[in-house]
C-alpha cells in the first residue's frame, strides 16, 4: 500500500493563522469531491475556526483515563477504519495523555500515513527539535514538545503561514487568538515585538533551508545544469597566490550590496599540481574567509575552469570572482588563461575580474612544467613541426657550418621538443632531424646515402642520443606528475584531517565534503543486515553494474535491497545505491561496510583518497554508536553514581536520628531511672523529631529513586495557593513565625499535584529558613505570568548568603550541598528533588537573586484549563 502524504503548515507563533488554513483547505477539497475528514481540531473557542468546522465530518475522539480523569485524544484505529483521503490532524507536536496509544500525535499520524491516508496538520516553528534551544534562547521557555526534523522533512509540503509580528499583537489585542483577560499578559511576555520577529526569522530560514535542499535535490535528479537565482551567492576562487586577501575582500563587498548574500571560496586542487599554492597562505585565507561568515571549500579537478563553473552551478552561485592573471604578456597572448576560459563558458554566472598587484607579474605564476598536459603536447608537437623546418633554414642560409656543429643544434632542437611536449613529438623530431641531416648536411647531398662510414656513425648516435633524452625527460616528467598527485592527494587528506580535527567528522559532514570535493552525484554507506547473507560484497562492473542484469526502479530503490541484505546507513546527494554493485565505484571497508558512490572519480590517487574517506566514515559510523551506547549506559551509570552516595550518606544521616529515637526509648523503658513527667515528655519529643526526620528522608530518598525510575505517580488537579502554603508553614513547626505569606487573593487554581506542590515548597521554605540570618522573615509570593500569562510564579524569598551564580546549578543535583562536607544536614536530596518534583508536574525551579543580596527560589506552574478537554502544553497556554 502507497504511503500517505503529509502536508504540514508552519507558523512561527501561536495565532498565525494555521488551524483557519489547515480547515480552509480541508473545505477547499471537500468542495472539489475529496473524502475528507477532521481527525481531530483544536478551536480554543476561537469563533471563525469553530465556523469552518461546521457541516464537517468530525472522527470522534477516544476516552484515554489518567489518574481519574478522562480525556480526549486522536482515535487513530477510528481513522483507519473510517479510511478518508484526507484526514486533518491539527497540533502536530502535541504530547499525548499517558496511557494513549503513542507517546506523541505525530506517531499517531506516521500510523495514519503508512495506513495510505493523506495528513494535513499544523506546526509552530518552536516545536522543531533542532530549534528548542534558539527558541528558548529567544523566549526563556523550555520547548517540552518537539517533532523529530525528518518527520517534517519527509512531508510531500511545508507551507509557511506567516504574519507580520505588528499584526499578529493586533490580533491579540482584539481577542482573536486568547480571551481578553490573558491577551495583556501576553502581548508583554511571549508575545513582544522582538520575540515574533526572531521567531519569524527563524521560521523563514527553516523554510527557505529546506527550499534550498529540494532543489539540490531537484538538479541531482534531472541532472539539471542551470543556475536558478533564488538568491545571490558570491564564490571566489582562491589560488593560493598574495592576492587571495584582495580577492576575498573584493567578493565579500560584493556580497554585502544584497541583503543575505552567501559569500564561499573554492581552492582547486589539480590533479597534476597547482604552482605556487602556498597551504599556509591557503590556511590565512581561510581564515579570513570565515571572519567574513563565508564558507572555504575544496575541489579537485583536471581542468580549473570546468571544476570552478562546476561547483559554482552546484551551489547555485550568481556570481564568481576571479583574479586577473598572474602570468605574464606573451604568456597571456600565446594560451588563454582560467579567467578568460570561465567567463567564456560561465552561462548565466556572472564573473568578476578583479585586479590586483600581482596581475601580469612574469615571475607571479610559471606554467607547470610537472606533467604532460594537453596544451604542453600540442606545444612540443608545434616546435617539432616548426622549429625544425626553420633551423634547417637558417643553417642553410649559413652555408659553411660542419656537420658535428650541424647535429649538436639538432640535437639541442630535439631536447627543447622533448622539454615542451614529451617523448613523442621528440621522437618524431629525432627522425625528421635524422632525415633533414641526411638530405641538406650530409654527402652526397639531396641524396639519402651516405657514403662516408664516420658520417653514418654520426647520425645513428644523434638519433639513440635524441631518443634517450627524450625517455629521460619524460620519466622525470611522469615523476614529477605522480609527485604532484601524491601532493594533491595529501592535501585533500590534511583536509579531511583538518575535518576531524574541528569535530567535523560526522557521518553527513564526512559524505558531504566527500560529494564536493569530487564533485559526486551521491555517496551512500552501506552496511550488511544482521540477517544478510554472509561474505564480502561482489564488485562492480564497469558500468555501475554488479552483472547480475538488475536495474534500479522509478524511484531509485532497487527492488532487491532487502533480499540483498544490505541497508543505508547514510547518504548524501542524488539517488542513493541501495547496495553493492549498482554505483560506479564500491570501496569495502570491511566484510559489514560498503562506501558506493556514483560520479566522476580521478583515477588511481582518487581511489586512494576515497579509501581514506571510507576509512573515516566507519570510524564516524563506529564513533556514533559508541556515543549512542554511551547515551544509554549514562542513566545507568547515574544510577550508580547515586546509590554509591547513598550509601556514602546513610551510613551518617539514616544512623543519627535513628539512633536518637533508640537512645529515647531505651531511656523511657528502663525500669532502673524514674525519669519525672517533664524527662518523659522531653524524651517522646526527641523521639518522635527524631522519627519524622527519618519518615522525611526516607520518603525523599523513594521518590528521587521514583524519578531516576521515570516511575513517580503523581495527579495533576486544580490547586488552590491559599490553601497549600498554609500548611506548608504549619509543618515547619517553630520556624513558622519566620514565614511572611504574601500572595494575592486573586490568584488563579494551578495545574499540580497538592502533596508534591506541598512538599517541594516545603523543602524550599525550610531551605530558606535555615540559611536566613536569625530574626529575618522568609517571604512567600506568587503573581501571575509566562509567555501568555497561563503560568503562576512562585517566590520563596530569603536573605540568607545566596548561591554564587557558576553554583546554581550544582545545588539542584543530588547528594550536592554547598559549602557542606559532613553530611550533618542531611544527604542533599532537597533541592534536587524539589526540581524534579517540579518539573514531573510541567514546572520550572531556578534560582535567582535577591535584590540587596540572597536567594530567591521561583517555581512556575502552568494554570489549571478550564475550557478544553485535554491537558495543554505549556508551550501552547
Not at 579537478?301 to 563553473?309: E, F, Q, S, T
Not at 569495502?588 to 556514483?598: E, F, G, K, M, Q
Amino acid at each position: 500500500m502507497a504511503r500517505g502524504r503529509l502536508r504540514v503548515y508552519l507558523g512561527a507563533a501561536p495565532g498565525v493563522g494555521k488551524t483557519f488554513a489547515m480547515l480552509a483547505e480541508g473545505r477547499g477539497r471537500g468542495e472539489r469531491g475529496t473524502d475528507v475528514v477532521v481527525g481531530l481540531v483544536e478551536t480554543h473557542g476561537r469563533e471563525r475556526v469553530e465556523r469552518l468546522l461546521e457541516g464537517m465530518e468530525i472522527v470522534p475522539r477516544v476516552a484515554v483515563e489518567h489518574r481519574g480523569t478522562v480525556f480526549g485524544e486522536l482515535d487513530v484505529d477510528a481513522v483507519i477504519a473510517r479510511r478518508p483521503e484526507v484526514v486533518l490532524v491539527d497540533e502536530l507536536a502535541h504530547t499525548n495523555v499517558p496511557g494513549s496509544r503513542n507517546a506523541k500525535r505525530w506517531q499517531d499520524v506516521e500510523e495514519i500515513l503508512e495506513a495510505g491516508i493523506d495528513v494535513v496538520s499544523t506546526l509552530n516553528v518552536q516545536h522543531l527539535e533542532s530549534l528548542g534551544e534558539a527558541v528558548e534562547e529567544i523566549t526563556g521557555v523550555v520547548q517540552r514538545e518537539t517533532v523529530p526534523d525528518e518527520v517534517v522533512r519527509r512531508a510531500g509540503q511545508v507551507e509557511l503561514v506567516d504574519m507580520a509580528p505588528e499584526a499578529l499583537r493586533r490580533r491579540m489585542a482584539h481577542g482573536d487568538v486568547y480571551a481578553p483577560e490573558r491577551a495583556e499578559a501576553a502581548l508583554s511576555t511571549y508575545f513582544r515585538p522582538g520575540n515574533l520577529t526572531a521567531l519569524r526569522e527563524l521560521a523563514l530560514l527553516w523554510v527557505a533551508g529546506e527550499v534550498g535542499d529540494s532543489l539540490g535535490r531537484h538538479r541531482a535528479e534531472h541532472r539539471a545544469a542551470e543556475v536558478r537565482e533564488t538568491r545571490e551567492r558570491v564564490v571566489v576562487a582562491l589560488a593560493g597566490g598574495p592576492e587571495g586577501e584582495t580577492l576575498v575582500r573584493r567578493a565579500a563587498r560584493i556580497a554585502a550590496r544584497s541583503p543575505r548574500a552567501d559569500l564561499l571560496a573554492v581552492h582547486v586542487t589539480m590533479a597534476d599540481g597547482l604552482a605556487n599554492a602556498d597551504p599556509a597562505r591557503l590556511a590565512r585565507q581561510r581564515a579570513l574567509v570565515e571572519s567574513l561568515g563565508g564558507g572555504y571549500h575544496q575541489v579537485v579537478g583536471d581542468d580549473v575552469p570546468r571544476a570552478l563553473l562546476d561547483f559554482s552551478r552546484r551551489v547555485n552561485a550568481t556570481q564568481l570572482v576571479l583574479g586577473v592573471s598572474r602570468r605574464g604578456r606573451l604568456a597571456r597572448a600565446l594560451f588563454r588563461g582560467v579567467g578568460v576560459t570561465t567567463a567564456a563558458s560561465s552561462g548565466t554566472v556572472d564573473v568578476h575580474m578583479v585586479t590586483h598587484e600581482e596581475a601580469g607579474r612574469p615571475g607571479g605564476r610559471r606554467p607547470s612544467r610537472a606533467a604532460l598536459t594537453r596544451s604542453r603536447r600540442l606545444a612540443g608537437w608545434g616546435t617539432a613541426l616548426l622549429g625544425l623546418p626553420l633551423l634547417t633554414a637558417a643553417l642553410l642560409g649559413i652555408g659553411h657550418a660542419t656537420l658535428p656543429s650541424v647535429i649538436l643544434l639538432f640535437l639541442l632542437m630535439v631536447v627543447c621538443v622533448a622539454l615542451t611536449g614529451g617523448m613523442w613529438p621528440a621522437i618524431t623530431a629525432a627522425v625528421a632531424g635524422f632525415a633533414l641531416l641526411n638530405w641538406y648536411f650530409t654527402p652526397p647531398f639531396h641524396s639519402l646515402a651516405v657514403t662516408r662510414p664516420e658520417n653514418l656513425l654520426a647520425l645513428v648516435v644523434y638519433v639513440l642520443v635524441a631518443i634517450m633524452v627524450s625517455a629521460v625527460v619524460d620519466l622525470a616528467a611522469r615523476r614529477a606528475r605522480e609527485a604532484a598527485l601524491a601532493g594533491a592527494e595529501a592535501e585533500v587528506l590534511a583536509t579531511l584531517a583538518g575535518y576531524v580535527l574541528r569535530g567535523e567528522a560526522a557521518l553527513p559532514s564526512l559524505l558531504s565534503r566527500l560529494r564536493e570535493i569530487f564533485g559526486l552525484t551521491s555517496v551512500t554507506l552501506l552496511e550488511r543486515r544482521p540477517d544478510g547473507p554472509p561474505g564480502p560484497p561482489g564488485p562492480s562492473g564497469p558500468d555501475g553494474s554488479d552483472g547480475s542484469g538488475a536495474s534500479d526502479g522509478p524511484d531509485g530503490l532497487d527492488g532487491s535491497d532487502r533480499s540483498d541484505g544490505w541497508r543505508i546507513v547514510a547518504t548524501g546527494g542524488g539517488e542513493p545505491s541501495t547496495r553493492p554493485g549498482v554505483a560506479g565505484t564500491d570501496v569495502v571497508v570491511d566484510d559489514d561496510l560498503v562506501l558506493a558512490v556514483r560520479g566522476w572519480l580521478p583515477g588511481t590517487s582518487g581511489r586512494r583518497v576515497l579509501e581514506a574517506f571510507a576509512a573515516e566514515a566507519a570510524v564516524a559510523l563506529r564513533h556514533r554508536r559508541l556515543a549512542e551506547q554511551a547515551g544509554r549506559l549514562r542513566p545507568l551509570a547515574e544510577a550508580d553514581r547515586m546509590r554509591t552516595a547513598l550509601l556514602a550518606a546513610v551510613s551518617h544521616d539514616l544512623r543519627t536520628p535513628l539512633a536518637s529515637a533508640r537512645a529515647a526509648v531505651e531511656g523511657l523503658r528502663a525500669t532502673d531511672v524514674d525519669w519525672s513527667p517533664q524527662d518523659r515528655e522531653e524524651l517522646l519529643a526527641t523521639a518522635d523529631e527524631s522519627l519524622v526526620k527519618l519518615d522525611r528522608l526516607v520518603v525523599n530518598l523513594l521518590d528521587m529513586s521514583r524519578l531516576q525510575a521515570g516511575a513517580l505517580g503523581l495527579t495533576l488537579q486544580p490547586t488552590a495557593l491559599e490553601e497549600i502554603v498554609p500548611r506548608v508553614v504549619d509543618e515547619l513547626g517553630p520556624p513558622h513565625d519566620r514565614v511572611l505569606n504574601r500572595l494575592p487573593e486573586d490568584l488563579p487554581e494551578i495545574a499540580a499535584d497538592p502533596a508534591l506542590l506541598e512538599r517541594v515548597l516545603v523543602n524550599l521554605v525550610s531551605n530558606a529558613v535555615r540559611y536566613s540570618p536569625p530574626g529575618v522573615a522568609v517571604l512567600v509570593g506568587a503573581s501571575v505570568d509566562g509567555d501568555d500569562g497561563g503560568h503562576v510564579e512562585i517566590r520563596v524569598v530569603d536573605r540568607g548568603p545566596g548561591i554564587p551564580e557558576e553554583s546554581r546549578d550544582r545545588v539542584f543535583l543530588p547528594f550536592q550541598r554547598l559549602g557542606d562536607r559532613d553530611n550533618a544536614t542531611g544527604v542533599g536530596l532537597g533541592l534536587a528533588l524539589s526540581r524534579g518534583l517540579a518539573e514531573a508536574m510541567g514546572g520550572t525551579l531556578v534560582p535567582d537573586e535577591t535584590p540587596g543580596g540572597g536567594l530567591t527560589m521561583v517555581l512556575t506552574l502552568p494554570v489549571f484549563p478550564r475550557h478544553r478537554a485535554a491537558p495543554v502544553p505549556v508551550e501552547d497556554l
